[in-house]
């Protein structure tokens, strides 16, 4: 989708504080943040709901590894793991670390 805006950050059109990624998955920081390190994690290819994924398993191992790493990196208490999609129609899920 040309005027997705999670689409141009995968494709690197449109700048974003990248924490991770691989071939199929990028996560980076989310612009307006609820707690520091909150992150989110979206297939590169364009599918409107998290439900849509290929291989939605593969996309949830992804998800955890991300986790691991703000778990390192920041060390929160735990991580809430949330997942809305109402305001970007593309795939992601948030990473929010609480302390
Ligand atoms: P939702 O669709 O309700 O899950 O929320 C979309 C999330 O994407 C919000 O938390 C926004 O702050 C975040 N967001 C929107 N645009 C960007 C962007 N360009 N870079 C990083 N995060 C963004
Ligand atoms: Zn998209």
Redesign the pocket.
Known sequence: MSDC?FCK?AKKE?P?EIVWEDENFIA?????PLSKGHT?IIPKKHFRWVWDVENIGNYFEKVREVKKILDEKYQPVFVELKV?????PHA?V?LVPHY
């Open positions: 805006i950050i449109i974003a980076f920081s989310d612009i307006n989110l809305l999609g109402i305001d970007v992601h948030h």
